[in-house]
């Protein structure tokens, strides 16, 4: 493109990379605006022309403003540059939408790439100055940008969580059971089916409103504030009242309210975890970077909203606000990720089709045999609407939401919150199990882990220190003695007691060598006041550690030094060995640094000490060296083998971490993600520019992904997700929001981030990952629950119809009435069916992987067995009815036997549907459910009221029976529930090796085909 006179240069790149201003303050504002308008229309049409293949900026994660947008910026920006009257150029390398609660003038506030700006050239800039903003110009920036405040989500109203209740298909077909019942005359039964569809709506969003009402109040409702300077004096304000252009103090302990770049520094350190998953505090500069590709934890020279101040102290410009901050960007990247459907939904949703079509089709079938028999059409349709609406699971619905209320409650007794009904089902199903290290994998809390004193290494667990398997006291190794004091004093971390208890406050790594000491039993505080702190000269950027002169009444100075070990070891002219103070040689340097390199290479944070006690202690050279001490953030205690059992349940563990490679090899091996196998990983600098299909391939593969950022962790979650696997993510920062969302099963651990809690299925409250197993047994547990009740429905269901169909094609008449068959559909499907949905967990719940997401929830050999379970009920109704019918022919007695024998074989076989394998001649018995036998007894003494009671006897159409009757129908029921128990002991005694018939349980395959564990 050609530039105008008078102006220096411009360039475009279609509104895709950066547009580059360079403009000359001599020339008329309107000629630069025109200008501008110029690049802005050819830009637009370059758009246009753009290939659909055409890669995005790296840097820009949200649609294009449009072109009036566009244009507005770069007026404003003309306009100011022209005002200021010097020459300014910037990268913009992206241009932020404004929040839809700002006004129209907030457009103006962009996401620049300030790290690569001169500290001056951005406090100009924003118009701004070492004496901060004055009044004035704060409340014309609250007025353009709006608070700085994130948009927070709309919660969902009490009535549309209620009515969310009736989207699923089974309620549904409730409803129009309900709508038949009432067209053939059932209005009672239409009355109790829609009775059912209420209670089970109103018990769903009962539960869930309690669950967000609880991650509510968990929120952490602190407003935080800031010291910023304004009108020339430093002031305490509220973190919602920060506007850019704002000179932010940071302090230790400070909570960085606002994004800004840093124009001084003191020794600042800043740790970052929540938005980089870096358990180390970044040390921080004010110098320009150059590279515009530096992921954040990298940006040293910037701090973000969200962030805390762990170290030193510092000034800098804020930059962006509210939306336009990072973490703004990153909730907006949460607001635009899909939240998949739960396993069970898709499996209920396709169960709900194969019963429509079952039910039509026997319905039709059950009609055409009855009038090709000679039956009148009125009766057969009556019949086949009835038999349509006993082929409906009516107890289904509310079977699924008890079982997933009665998890609900027993995982809060677990410390675990569950914030979707579905989610904790979903746990079940995890074939994947991603978990960020800080805060997850690890504590985030950084501890001394090995140390090197008097040429020997020790272990650090649990503050207790190790020489090869032997327990040591330090206060009785005199190397190593030393080596913890010199470090306790050549710190800053302050120890007090507050509420009984010793505080720590310092730097991560400062801290962890103080509690080091305090572990050891050494008193730092007495340590200090015996040693008086003279001087303090701080690590700079050339001088990678840090020294401070300490006296001691009656003793000579001592210089305590600690930093990197190569450079105080080239301080150190001696060493300490076996209580001797000996001169270094080569050889023994050569041995320390091969022992630093061996510390470094187990991603260790690795540290050296010296000291020196002489009248010129004050002088940084002839040290003598104590060692090394090398600090981690370690793993949680016992998460190997947790690990391990994620393993043997079918879960494949895959960690995902802010850190560098190495820290993050050194973790997984230790954790033996890779089951002793080598241990495969990827650094995901440039996971943007994989192909979606490669990292998909290599997802399934490897067991870490290191340096990633929230756009990657999501990538990587959805690259499983395409892959076909269900995917569990854990995290506790701000940077896990998006791929908490966009997983199967989003679980945020304990007191993290509150944007990590808002967008989790699950809370682990007590910050233990091991919650995890019992929160999958209870997943699995709902699962096989849910399984079993609609096992026992079909079976139940089938049976009408196989009783109906059977004695209608057989010419024997209809042996059960529609209000029969209504009465035995609710009598059965409901209590039996709730005391299934608690069954507790089977002994080898997780002894078997997860099930395959894509199965339906009844599979063809389950059918099977279906099949010969409701056959076997038929059986008992019809070898009662044939009976009856030989005796006295069609009427109510036999129809009585019948509807007797099949309500007994139903209730009967509620002990059947308990286990797949599990049969009652097992020496082994199953836990116990004391709704079972509650179930089964109501039960039974419902239906002797239809026996014993004339008026439900009318109004259901049946007959007296005598006690030889009654004997029949009940020795039918008892055969078919007895057949079905030895054919599946049979089944499994036939599959298993002879060794193990003695009673050993092993997996082999269920009756008819089916495989069950």
Same mark, same amino acid.
């Given at each position: 493109?050609?530039?105008?006179?008078?102006?220096?240069?411009?360039?475009?790149?279609?509104?895709?990379?950066?547009?580059?201003?360079?403009?000359?303050?001599?020339?008329?504002?309107?000629?630069?605006?025109?200008?501008?308008?110029?690049?802005?229309?050819?830009?637009?049409?370059?758009?246009?022309?753009?290939?659909?293949?055409?890669?995005?900026?790296?840097?820009?994660?949200?649609?294009?403003?449009?072109?009036?947008?566009?244009?507005?910026?770069?007026?404003?920006?003309?306009?100011?540059?022209?005002?200021?009257?010097?020459?300014?150029?910037?990268?913009?390398?992206?241009l932020s939408p404004p929040r839809s609660d700002q006004s129209e003038s907030s457009k103006e506030q962009r996401q620049q790439e300030w790290r690569l700006v001169e500290a001056d050239d951005v406090i100009t800039f924003w118009q701004s100055s070492r004496t901060g903003l004055d009044s004035r110009q704060v409340e014309s920036r609250l007025r353009e940008y709006g608070y700085n405040v994130l948009p927070q989500a709309e919660p969902r109203s009490t009535l549309a969580i209620f009515l969310g209740q009736f989207r699923s298909l089974p309620v549904v077909l409730l409803i129009g059971s309900s709508v038949i019942s009432a067209l053939t005359g059932g209005v009672v039964d239409a009355l109790v089916i829609l009775g059912v569809v209420f209670l089970n709506a109103g018990i769903g969003a009962l539960t869930e409103r309690k669950s967000e009402r609880?991650?509510?109040?968990?929120?952490?409702?602190?407003?935080?504030?800031?010291?910023?300077?304004?009108?020339?004096?430093?002031?305490?304000?509220?973190?919602?009242?920060?506007?850019?252009?704002?000179?932010?103090?940071?302090?230790?302990?400070?909570?960085?309210?606002?994004?800004?770049?840093?124009?001084?520094?003191?020794?600042?350190?800043?740790?970052?975890?929540?938005?980089?998953?870096?358990?180390?505090?970044?040390?921080?500069?004010?110098?320009?970077?150059?590279?515009?590709?530096?992921?954040?934890?990298?940006?040293?020279?910037?701090?973000?909203?969200?962030?805390?101040?762990?170290?030193?102290?510092?000034?800098?410009?804020?930059?962006?606000?509210?939306?336009?901050?990072?973490?703004?960007?990153?909730?907006?990247?949460?607001?635009?990720?899909?939240?998949?459907?739960?396993?069970?939904?898709?499996?209920?949703?396709?169960?709900?089709?194969?019963?429509?079509?079952?039910?039509?089709?026997?319905?039709?079938?059950?009609?055409?045999?009855?009038?090709?028999?000679?039956?009148?059409?009125?009766?057969?349709?009556?019949?086949?609407?009835?038999?349509?609406?006993?082929?409906?699971?009516?107890?289904?619905?509310?079977?699924?939401?008890?079982?997933?209320?009665?998890?609900?409650?027993?995982?809060?007794?677990?410390?675990?919150?569950?914030?979707?009904?579905?989610?904790?089902?979903?746990?079940?199903?995890?074939?994947?199990?991603?978990?960020?290290?800080?805060?997850?994998?690890?504590?985030?809390?950084?501890?001394?882990?090995?140390?090197?004193?008097?040429?020997?290494?020790?272990?650090?667990?649990?503050?207790?220190?190790?020489?090869?398997?032997?327990?040591?006291?330090?206060?009785?190794?005199?190397?190593?003695?030393?080596?913890?004091?010199?470090?306790?004093?050549?710190?800053?971390?302050?120890?007090?007691?507050?509420?009984?208890?010793?505080?720590?406050?310092?730097?991560?790594?400062?801290?962890?060598?103080?509690?080091?000491?305090?572990?050891?039993?050494?008193?730092?505080?007495?340590?200090?006041?015996?040693?008086?702190?003279?001087?303090?000269?701080?690590?700079?950027?050339?001088?990678?550690?840090?020294?401070?002169?300490?006296?001691?009444?009656?003793?000579?100075?001592?210089?305590?030094?600690?930093?990197?070990?190569?450079?105080?070891?080239?301080?150190?002219?001696?060493?300490?060995?076996?209580?001797?103070?000996?001169?270094?040689?080569?050889?023994?340097?050569?041995?320390?640094?091969?022992?630093?390199?061996?510390?470094?290479?187990?991603?260790?944070?690795?540290?050296?000490?010296?000291?020196?006690?002489?009248?010129?202690?004050?002088?940084?050279?002839?040290?003598?060296?104590?060692?090394?001490?090398?600090?981690?953030?370690?793993?949680?205690?016992?998460?190997?083998?947790?690990?391990?059992?994620?393993?043997?349940?079918?879960?494949?563990?895959?960690?995902?971490?802010?850190?560098?490679?190495?820290?993050?090899?050194?973790?997984?091996?230790?954790?033996?993600?890779?089951?002793?196998?080598?241990?495969?990983?990827?650094?995901?600098?440039?996971?943007?520019?994989?192909?979606?299909?490669?990292?998909?391939?290599?997802?399934?593969?490897?067991?870490?992904?290191?340096?990633?950022?929230?756009?990657?962790?999501?990538?990587?979650?959805?690259?499983?997700?395409?892959?076909?696997?269900?995917?569990?993510?854990?995290?506790?920062?701000?940077?896990?929001?998006?791929?908490?969302?966009?997983?199967?099963?989003?679980?945020?651990?304990?007191?993290?981030?509150?944007?990590?809690?808002?967008?989790?299925?699950?809370?682990?409250?007590?910050?233990?990952?091991?919650?995890?197993?019992?929160?999958?047994?209870?997943?699995?547990?709902?699962?096989?629950?849910?399984?079993?009740?609609?096992?026992?429905?079909?079976?139940?269901?089938?049976?009408?119809?196989?009783?109906?169909?059977?004695?209608?094609?057989?010419?024997?008449?209809?042996?059960?009435?529609?209000?029969?068959?209504?009465?035995?559909?609710?009598?059965?499907?409901?209590?039996?069916?709730?005391?299934?949905?608690?069954?507790?967990?089977?002994?080898?719940?997780?002894?078997?992987?997860?099930?395959?997401?894509?199965?339906?929830?009844?599979? +063809? %050999?389950?059918? =099977? $067995? &279906?099949?010969?379970? *409701?056959? #076997?009920?038929? @059986?008992?109704? !019809?070898?009662?009815?044939?009976?009856?019918?030989?005796?006295?022919?069609?009427?109510?007695?036999?129809?009585?036997?019948?509807?007797?024998?099949?309500?007994?074989?139903?209730?009967?076989?509620?002990?059947?549907?308990?286990?797949?394998?599990?049969?009652?001649?097992?020496?082994?018995?199953?836990?116990?459910?004391?709704?079972?036998?509650?179930?089964?007894?109501?039960?039974?003494?419902?239906?002797?009221?239809?026996?014993? +009671? %004339?008026?439900? =006897? $009318? &109004?259901?159409?049946? *007959?007296? #029976?005598?006690? @030889?009757?009654? !004997?029949?129908?009940?020795?039918?029921?008892?055969?078919?529930?007895?057949?079905?128990?030895?054919?599946?002991?049979?089944?499994?005694?036939?599959?298993?090796?002879?060794?193990?018939?003695?009673?050993?349980?092993?997996?082999?395959?269920?009756?008819?085909?089916?495989?069950?564990?």
């Amino acid at each position: 493109m050609g530039t105008k006179p008078g102006v220096r240069s411009v360039s475009a790149s279609a509104l895709t990379g950066t547009v580059l201003i360079l403009f000359d303050p001599d020339k008329p504002i309107d000629e630069i605006i025109a200008l501008l308008e110029e690049v802005a229309e050819s830009a637009s049409h370059s758009k246009d022309r753009m290939p659909a293949s055409q890669p995005r900026s790296e840097t820009r994660d949200f649609s294009l403003p449009s072109l009036p947008a566009i244009w507005n910026d770069l007026k404003s920006f003309a306009g100011r540059a022209a005002r200021q009257g010097n020459f300014i150029s910037s990268a913009l390398r992206s241009l932020s939408p404004p929040r839809s609660d700002q006004s129209e003038s907030s457009k103006e506030q962009r996401q620049q790439e300030w790290r690569l700006v001169e500290a001056d050239d951005v406090i100009t800039f924003w118009q701004s100055s070492r004496t901060g903003l004055d009044s004035r110009q704060v409340e014309s920036r609250l007025r353009e940008y709006g608070y700085n405040v994130l948009p927070q989500a709309e919660p969902r109203s009490t009535l549309a969580i209620f009515l969310g209740q009736f989207r699923s298909l089974p309620v549904v077909l409730l409803i129009g059971s309900s709508v038949i019942s009432a067209l053939t005359g059932g209005v009672v039964d239409a009355l109790v089916i829609l009775g059912v569809v209420f209670l089970n709506a109103g018990i769903g969003a009962l539960t869930e409103r309690k669950s967000e009402r609880t991650i509510t109040s968990l929120l952490n409702a602190r407003q935080p504030t800031a010291l910023a300077v304004r009108d020339n004096r430093v002031q305490e304000i509220k973190g919602e009242e920060v506007v850019v252009g704002d000179l932010l103090v940071l302090t230790r302990g400070a909570y960085v309210a606002a994004d800004a770049r840093l124009i001084e520094v003191e020794r600042l350190t800043v740790d970052e975890s929540l938005l980089t998953g870096e358990s180390v505090p970044a040390t921080k500069t004010v110098r320009r970077l150059d590279s515009p590709l530096l992921p954040l934890g990298e940006r040293v020279n910037m701090v973000y909203r969200g962030t805390v101040v762990t170290g030193g102290s510092g000034l800098a410009v804020v930059v962006a606000t509210g939306g336009g901050a990072e973490i703004g960007r990153i909730q907006s990247l949460i607001a635009s990720t899909y939240q998949p459907e739960t396993t069970m939904q898709r499996q209920l949703r396709g169960l709900g089709n194969q019963l429509v079509s079952g039910a039509g089709a026997a319905c039709g079938l059950m009609f055409v045999v009855g009038l090709l028999r000679g039956y009148g059409l009125r009766e057969m349709l009556q019949s086949s609407i009835a038999l349509a609406v006993a082929a409906i699971p009516e107890g289904l619905p509310v079977v699924a939401t008890t079982t997933l209320v009665y998890g609900v409650k027993n995982m809060r007794e677990r410390n675990v919150l569950v914030r979707r009904l579905e989610a904790i089902e979903s746990l079940g199903a995890v074939q994947v199990m991603c978990l960020d290290k800080t805060g997850t994998i690890t504590m985030n809390r950084m501890s001394v882990v090995s140390a090197v004193a008097g040429m020997n290494r020790f272990r650090v667990v649990g503050g207790q220190f190790f020489l090869g398997e032997e327990a040591i006291n330090p206060l009785a190794h005199e190397e190593l003695l030393w080596l913890i004091q010199i470090s306790a004093l050549c710190n800053e971390s302050e120890v007090s007691r507050e509420n009984g208890s010793t505080v720590i406050k310092g730097t991560p790594t400062e801290s962890a060598i103080v509690q080091m000491a305090l572990d050891s039993g050494i008193d730092v505080s007495e340590l200090r006041q015996e040693w008086t702190l003279v001087r303090t000269v701080y690590r700079t950027e050339d001088r990678n550690y840090m020294s401070t002169l300490h006296r001691a009444d009656g003793r000579p100075e001592l210089l305590a030094v600690k930093g990197n070990p190569q450079e105080v070891l080239a301080l150190s002219r001696w060493y300490m060995q076996d209580g001797q103070v000996r001169e270094l040689t080569e050889q023994v340097r050569s041995d320390i640094r091969a022992e630093n390199e061996r510390m470094a290479g187990a991603a260790l944070r690795v540290l050296g000490v010296a000291f020196r006690e002489d009248d010129e202690a004050s002088v940084e050279q002839g040290l003598v060296w104590l060692g090394m001490v090398g600090i981690l953030d370690p793993p949680r205690e016992g998460l190997r083998d947790l690990i391990g059992v994620f393993r043997k349940a079918g879960s494949k563990t895959v960690m995902i971490t802010g850190d560098q490679s190495a820290t993050a090899y050194a973790i997984g091996k230790e954790l033996d993600l890779s089951a002793g196998q080598p241990l495969e990983m990827i650094d995901s600098i440039r996971l943007e520019d994989m192909d979606p299909e490669l990292l998909g391939a290599l997802a399934k593969r490897v067991q870490i992904f290191s340096r990633v950022n929230p756009s990657n962790k999501l990538q990587i979650v959805q690259a499983l997700q395409r892959e076909g696997k269900v995917v569990a993510m854990t995290g506790d920062g701000i940077n896990d929001g998006p791929a908490l969302k966009a997983s199967d099963i989003g679980i945020a651990i304990g007191k993290g981030a509150e944007v990590a809690r808002e967008v989790a299925d699950i809370i682990l409250l007590d910050d233990r990952l091991e919650t995890m197993i019992s929160a999958i047994e209870q997943g699995r547990t709902i699962y096989d629950d849910i399984k079993k009740s609609i096992h026992f429905i079909a079976a139940t269901n089938l049976s009408e119809i196989m009783v109906m169909l059977g004695a209608v094609g057989a010419g024997m008449g209809q042996p059960l009435n529609p209000r029969q068959l209504l009465w035995i559909n609710l009598l059965t499907d409901v209590l039996p069916e709730l005391a299934l949905a608690v069954e507790p967990p089977e002994t080898d719940v997780l002894n078997h992987p997860p099930r395959d997401p894509a199965a339906p929830i009844i599979a +063809a %050999p389950e059918f =099977r $067995r &279906i099949g010969v379970e *409701a056959g #076997l009920m038929t @059986g008992a109704a !019809l070898t009662s009815y044939s009976i009856g019918f030989a005796r006295w022919g069609t009427g109510q007695r036999a129809s009585t036997m019948a509807f007797l024998s099949l309500t007994s074989a139903q209730l009967l076989h509620t002990i059947s549907s308990r286990s797949t394998h599990h049969t009652i001649f097992d020496r082994e018995r199953l836990p116990d459910n004391k709704y079972i036998p509650i179930a089964i007894g109501a039960g039974f003494a419902v239906e002797l009221l239809s026996e014993f +009671a %004339p008026k439900l =006897r $009318r &109004i259901l159409g049946t *007959a007296r #029976l005598g006690i @030889g009757d009654l !004997l029949i129908c009940g020795g039918a029921a008892l055969a078919s529930f007895a057949t079905n128990e030895v054919l599946k002991f049979v089944e499994r005694y036939r599959f298993k090796p002879a060794e193990l018939k003695a009673g050993a349980e092993e997996t082999s395959p269920g009756y008819l085909g089916e495989t069950y564990e």
